[in-house]
Every structure is written in structure tokens, then in C-alpha cells.
């Protein structure tokens, strides 16, 4: 795996098998082995500080394949072993422990659940990371968690301006259910434009203490990015309980790609838009394949949540029709709205906006 600047080796990236739990990491010299089963598999690589990219291989039986990989360094990325501009605190802030710092942490555990991270999820030699304050203790998870109020983590400005579908991308670490009153404050993701409004893009109150990839369509929620800023709050307003945030590798990057071509050079897929739109029943999509391809189709709601998976699995050659029901996950009609559909294939994310009217 090389950089696209300048062809040098990139190391601690991870190479996976879509669809499967198969996982490989690039070495020192930029080299990876994964034992991937015989046929026509999609392979992501990815590794912060870059955009991500996909490849298809076709593998025999028995065969020893090589799939080289070149990525694109992000156009900002932010891997909190520097102070590059972001804001600690806001005014209102009122949390009298656990404000943010940036910091190498000191993870902290309840029994053998974890509460703060130990660790920052920069691959490498990096050790800081953002989190809501850093105790002495592991064995105190009270001891420097956010309590009596809110503290807030602010970007940097993201100058987004002309660029083609602008995705942010980070990764978070989540702790509220070590205490008497689990999941009762949410941990909120907003953006901004240009100084205007805060839009909520999460409130996420369910413990995901591990490092989780968040990924934000910035286009979904404002038509022309320019000046983007983030940020993050962590809070205890409900009942005295234990929260713990933590915020690493922040980038972005344009999230529009090439038209992936299989190993002959033709199309991997030609893929058409939802129709109707907008739609008051079921919603189709055309789907060309001229070989066995991966395939994976979701439906996400404007606040960037995976509400219906459509599809999970490597189709044939051939035309297919891509349908949606109108369903959620759960079996509910999806309500009025805006929703967006992404598909990849061969290679190519493509994102569809869709328009629900009951």
C-alpha cells in the first residue's frame, strides 16, 4: 500500500474482506497477507489520515494474488498529538469535572468493563486523544468523569468550500451505564456552516465504549459546505451518574470516486436513481453488473442513522433491481422525510437522496 503523493509505503492501514470479519494490517514496509476464499471479493482499505478506497479481486482457487492499494491523504486530518485550533470549552459550559483536555488518558474500569479509554485510536506511535477529563486511578471512575453539567469539544474551522460531497469522518468512544442512572444524558454530535445554527446530527445515548468510526455526508445537512466546524458535548444534567467521552482522529475528505473498472477495464456497474422520487410506496433502483460483485445497500435517515439494510452480499453479472418496501429495520413505514440511500459496488459509493411522502 503506497501514498499517492509520492508513492511512499503506508503502514498500519487496515485491508478487509467487505462483508466479512477478515482483516489484515499493512506492515512497516506497506505489506499485508489476508486469506481471502476463492471468487470475486471487494476489498476496503483504510487507515486515518486517508481516504478510504475499494478494489475488486477476482481469486482462484489456490491462488496467491496481489491487490496493491494507493490512498489520498485526507484534506485534514487531525490525529490530537498536536494542538491545532480546537476549542475546549463554550460558553454555558457549566460541568464542574471531567471538562475536556487533550491528553495520553488514563482508562478506568468498573470490574472488567472498561469506562475511559486506556489508549488513543491513532495507529502508531501516537498516545493523545480528546477525552472528558483524566483521573490518577483506574480503579475510580468517578474521579475525573463529567458531572453537574455540560462540556463542549470544538473544531477547528473546515474550509469545505468546492468540495464534492464532503464527508467528516472520526471516532469516538462512549461511556454513561457504570452507575446507578445509565443512559439517561446523550453525548451530542452538531455541525455548523458559514457561523450559522448548530445542526444535531447524534444523540447517542447507549454506551459504545470501544473506539466506534463515525461518518458524517456533510451535504445532507447543508447544500453548499464552506466553513464547517464540529463539535461534541458531553454531559450530566439528568441524575449524578458516570459519563466518559472520548474523541480521536478527526478528518475529511471528498467522498466522490472514480468509476471502479474490473480487471479487463470495463464498468464495474452502472447504477441508476431511486424511482419515484419522491415516493409514497415502494422505491427501485437499476443495477448493472457485468460480473459477480459485491453489493451493499443501505437506507440512512437525515440524521445519518442506518434505518434498512437492502442488501449484504456478492451478486451475480447481470441487470438487478434494487427495492425498497418503505420499511425500517424494525418492520415500521418509514415516515415523511428525507432519506438517502447509499450503495457500493465494484468499488463506487454512490448516495441517493430520496424523498418519503405518506
Known sequence: MVRTTDGSVV????????????????????????????????MRCERPGFKPSTQIATISNGQ???????????AFYDDAQTD????????????????????APVGTTTGLVAVQPSFD????????????GNGTKASDIGEADVDGGRTTLTSPLLRMAGMSNPRI?????????????????????????????????????????????????????????????????????????????AIDDVEFYSATMVTAVT??????????????????????INLELPKATSVAADVFNVQGRRVRTLERRIMPAGRHILRWDGRLDQGGSAASGVYWIRIGAGGVERNFKLVVVR
Not at 64 to 74: I, L, Q, R
Not at 188 to 211: D, E, F, K, R
Open 11 to 42: 503502514s498500519d492501514a487496515e485491508i478487509s474482506l467487505v462483508g466479512t470479519t477478515l482483516v489484515a494490517t499493512t506492515g512497516a514496509d506497506g505489506k499485508y497477507a489476508l486469506a481471502a476464499p476463492p471468487g470475486t471479493v471487494s
Open 64 to 74: 496467491t494474488k496481489t491487490v496493491n492499494f494507493s490512498v489520498a491523504p485526507a
Open 84 to 103: 491545532k485550533g480546537w476549542s475546549l470549552s463554550t460558553a454555558g459550559d457549566d460541568a464542574t469535572t471531567g471538562t475536556w483536555v487533550r491528553v
Open 121 to 132: 485510536h491513532t495507529p502508531g506511535a501516537g498516545t493523545a486523544c480528546f477525552v472528558t
Open 169 to 245: 469522518v472520526f471516532w469516538r468512544w462512549y461511556s454513561n451505564n457504570a452507575s446507578d442512572y445509565p443512559g439517561e444524558d446523550p453525548f451530542v454530535t452538531q455541525i455548523s456552516n458559514n457561523g450559522g445554527p448548530w445542526v444535531t446530527v447524534s444523540n447517542l445515548y447507549t454506551t459504545s465504549n470501544y473506539w466506534e468510526r463515525v461518518e458524517i455526508p456533510v451535504a445532507s445537512y447543508f447544500t453548499q459546505p464552506a466553513d464547517v466546524r464540529i463539535r461534541f458535548v458531553a454531559m450530566d444534567i439528568v441524575n449524578p451518574s458516570v459519563v466518559e467521552a
Open 263 to 284: 480487471e479487463e477495464g470495463a464498468p464495474a456497474f452502472v447504477i441508476g436513481a431511486p424511482r419515484p422520487s419522491p415516493s409514497s410506496g415502494p422505491t427501485e
